[in-house]
Nanobody
Framework: QVQLVESGGGLVQPGGSLRLSCAAS????????MGWYRQAPGKRRELVAS???????VYADSVKGRFTISRDNAKNTVYLQMNSLKPEDTAVYYC??????????????WGQGTQVTVSS
């Protein structure tokens, strides 16, 4: 099995910054896509940023220029640096990863979510 553990959420004022981390552990052979999604109350879960292994990074239009996704393959960890935060960024942020496990099958895993609240 594979576990994704997120950290770094919290309360921040508008214009502030936060850095989210998501570490994958378990029976990992390799990791393909790693990305971040978010879900605000009453809204559908949406893609924030995605970073495939060796592919093109994708950002939601609403976060372009403010958020940066990065990954440390040696640590099986993906990060989301969030700058110039706005109240509309308030949501539960989820890490998602496509993992090839040691049986050589690919599965999709989700983290438990971390709350980000942007408020004065």
């Amino acid at each position: 099995q594979v576990q994704l553990v997120e950290s770094g959420g919290g309360l921040v004022q508008p214009g502030g910054s936060l850095r989210l981390s998501c570490a994958a552990s378990g029976s990992i052979f390799s990791i393909n896509d790693m990305g971040w999604y978010r879900q605000a109350p009453g809204k559908r879960r949406e893609l924030v940023a995605s970073m495939p292994s060796g592919g093109t990074t994708v950002y939601a239009d609403s976060v372009k220029g403010r958020f940066t996704i990065s990954r440390d393959n040696a640590k099986n960890t993906v990060y989301l640096q969030m700058n110039s935060l706005k109240p509309e960024d308030t949501a539960v942020y989820y890490c998602k990863s496509k993992v090839v496990v040691t049986t050589m099958r690919e599965y999709v895993y989700w983290g438990q979510g971390t709350q980000v609240t942007v408020s004065s």
